[in-house]
């Protein structure tokens, strides 16, 4: 897995990863947004 950017959004970070699929057999990407609360707290409530 590879972090390919980091953007200012709304007061936290949003995240973006790209990583190798053998089970698509090709190059997957997804983002995770840390809230503000995560950067001063280092975690943040989580919801599936």
Excluded: K
């Amino acid at each position: 897995m590879e972090q390919i950017e980091r953007i200012r959004e709304s007061g936290g970070n949003l995240n973006r990863y790209t990583h190798e699929s053998s089970s698509c057999n090709c190059t997957m990407t997804f983002s995770v947004y840390l809230p503000p609360i995560a950067m001063t707290w280092g975690r943040a409530p989580v919801s599936t």
